[in-house]
């Protein structure tokens, strides 16, 4: 039960943080090089899970996601069942649940770039596709990575938005966090100890790992001159 | 890639920048420029404030101009906006609607900070701004300027492991080999000693008898502007105040910036107190003291605002009050301050303003000046100049 977990757990980690990484690399781009005057709405809309609880997200997402709403509806029309209490729906909810932790990173590093640089590219003739895989992107992996390892361990740690849109289903939405949760409810603290000092084993790992990179001396590969 | 196929229509004749610009920010500046930059190098001098950047970064188009006109052509900038301007590579219009992105304008630009970047190689960042190129031409480009700026050997360096010199080098090499219509250089010498300046200024020189570019060079720095000689433009807030060789607009040191230039050290702002027409002087208070000195008899009328320069080499000093001099002005005063510069002591006299003097180490031992001596300084009347 506790490797099934663990696996379903490691399978949606590896799915959201790649889908964040999707998104979160031209959300950042955008959040950091627009000059559109509203964006500081989107920086918030991005930045709420950060302070929501997990409930409130869940819920949200939930309803969106059931036969109620017109997406719901749509992917019911599609594939025959509906997106609550499914792997998919639990991606979902956790794409949305993690992005500030991948899209934040990302955005801080865009922005620590020497504009100056990004100017010598354009003067260069680079177009701004170039300029943000040649200049852009190699600077600021630093912050890329952070955010893809950020995303990962928040997902492997969810629970909240778990337990309110994918429910407890084992091999299909029982991830780590819920199972520790029903161990303790079913008073079977064994399981329930190894299984949190699993996780929290595995999240220290990841962090310290990431950690460590950064304060590597050959991390950044190159003079900060 | 490169200027000449860049053009957009056949470039006649050298290629001649023409600029005429207006752009106001907020706070009251205002830059409004007009002016021809011929192939070869044109200085754009002023203190820092004035301008030069702006004009660079409006070229780049890195910034966009209220209004005006830049093109790269045989044209003048008076003809520019009207249709017969168009025969050139024209960057920017504000009448036409013709504003070219900053990556298509072919223009070379060194900034100040360089922007090497600094994950690449000194020949990766050559090889940059060269994609179009296939690999072979761009691989014997990126040689042959290598070679001619003498960077060959540091080839698979970083930036951050290469010296400042050669940074401007690697930085230089980098933009002209992608054979730009026009290079801007933005102080691109200010933290190299004289002698590795004069060397790169040369390979550039030698760089353009082949091109044939105009290259406008900023500076603040006033021995760079000798050093260089060539033809100048001064700006002041925002204003083309003077333009010419060097020497020849030095012959106006009304202007703040060229006074700087022509080495001014002491430059008071004051007002005059009374005109001597028959004795062909006028005295004039320095602003929040009680100083007056007699200065040269220009226009300027009794009460008005005007700006007196004086050479810290034209002050004498004197250990006790002096007699029988033609000098007119003595003042009492005490020494602040003694420092010695290679072959020059630099001392700064409190008479109620502070001047500053420039002194031999012999004249400092004979008089046994020291910090908080009483003195008096002696300015001739004609080493005052009247700047405006």
Redesign the interface.
């Known amino acids: 039960m506790m490797v099934q977990a663990l696996a379903l757990t490691l399978r949606l980690a590896v799915v959201v943080s790649l889908i964040l990484l999707a998104i979160s690399l031209p959300l950042a781009y955008w959040l950091t090089f627009s000059r559109w005057k509203g964006k500081f709405l989107a920086e918030a809309v991005v930045s709420l899970p950060i302070v929501l609880p997990p409930t409130v997200l869940g819920f949200y997402v939930l309803v969106a996601l059931g036969p109620a709403s017109p997406v719901g509806r749509w992917y019911e029309s599609l594939t025959g069942h509906g997106l609550a209490f499914t792997f998919t729906g639990l991606v979902i909810g956790s794409v949305i649940y993690s992005l500030p932790f991948s899209v934040q990173p990302m955005a801080a590093a865009f922005a620590s770039v020497?504009r100056?640089?990004l100017?010598?590219?354009?003067?260069?003739?680079?177009?701004r596709w170039?300029t943000f895989w040649?200049?852009v992107l190699?600077?600021s992996f630093p912050g890329v990575l952070t955010g893809l390892v950020l995303s990962f361990a928040h997902t492997l740690g969810e629970f909240g938005v778990v337990l309110m849109i994918g429910g407890n289903i084992p091999g299909a939405t029982q991830t780590v966090s819920i199972l520790i949760y029903d161990q303790v409810q079913a008073l079977n603290y064994r399981v329930a100890n190894e299984t949190a000092g699993l996780l929290l084993v595995l999240c220290l790992l990841l962090l310290s790992g990431l950690y460590g990179l950064r304060r590597h001396k050959g991390w950044a590969?190159?003079?900060?001159? | 890639?490169g200027c000449a196929v860049s053009a957009a229509g056949a470039v006649t004749g050298a290629a001649v920048l023409g600029v005429r610009i207006r752009k106001s920010y907020g706070g009251g500046f205002e830059l409004e420029v007009e002016f021809e930059a011929a192939a070869g190098i044109t200085i754009l001098f002023g203190a820092s404030g004035a301008g030069k950047t702006t004009i660079l970064d409006c070229v780049?188009g890195?910034q966009t101009p209220d209004e005006g006109a830049i093109s790269i052509g045989g044209k003048s900038p008076a003809y520019l906006g009207s249709a017969s301007g168009r025969m050139g590579h024209l960057l920017f219009d504000s009448a036409a609607k013709v504003n070219v992105?900053?990556?298509?304008?072919?223009?070379?630009?060194l900034?100040q900070?360089l922007?090497l970047?600094?994950?690449m190689s000194v020949v990766q960042n050559i090889e940059?701004?060269l994609?179009?190129l296939d690999a072979g031409e761009r691989k014997s480009r990126v040689a042959e300027i290598m070679d001619s700026f003498h960077i060959s050997a540091m080839a698979s360096r970083?930036?951050?492991?290469i010296s400042g010199g050669e940074r401007q080098r690697v930085a230089l090499a980098?933009?002209l080999v992608?054979r730009p219509c026009v290079l801007l250089l933005d102080e691109p010498l200010t933290a190299l000693d004289a002698a590795t300046k004069a060397k790169i200024v040369a390979d550039l020189r030698a760089w353009n008898e082949r091109f044939k570019i105009p290259i406008l060079y900023v500076t603040h720095d006033r021995e760079e502007v000798f050093a260089l000689g060539e033809q100048m433009l001064v700006l002041e807030n925002g204003r083309v105040v003077a333009r010419g060789l060097p020497q020849d607009a030095l012959h106006r040191p009304e202007l703040e910036s060229v006074a700087q230039l022509a080495g001014f050290e002491n430059v008071f702002d004051g007002s005059v107190v009374e005109r001597h027409v028959e004795q062909g002087t006028m005295a004039c208070r320095i602003a929040g003291s009680q100083v007056e000195l007699e200065v040269p008899l220009t226009r300027v009328a009794a009460g008005q605002a005007m700006r007196v320069g004086i050479r810290a080499g034209d002050i004498m000093v004197a250990t006790m009050p002096p007699q029988g001099l033609s000098a007119r002005n003595v003042i009492a005063g005490t020494i602040t301050k003694l420092e010695q510069r290679d072959a020059v002591v630099i001392a700064q006299v409190e008479c109620g303003a502070v001047f500053e003097v420039h002194l031999t180490p012999g004249a400092v031992r004979s008089l046994e000046l020291a910090a908080g001596a009483k003195v008096w300084i002696v300015i001739k009347t004609y080493s005052c100049r009247v700047l405006r």
């Open positions: 020497d100056k640089l100017e010598a590219s354009a003067i260069l003739g680079a177009s170039r040649r200049i190699p600077l590969l190159w003079d900060a001159r | 890639m780049a890195l992105p900053v990556r298509l304008r072919h223009v070379g630009y900034f900070t922007a970047f600094p994950h940059y701004g994609a179009a970083r930036p951050g492991e980098r933009t992608t």
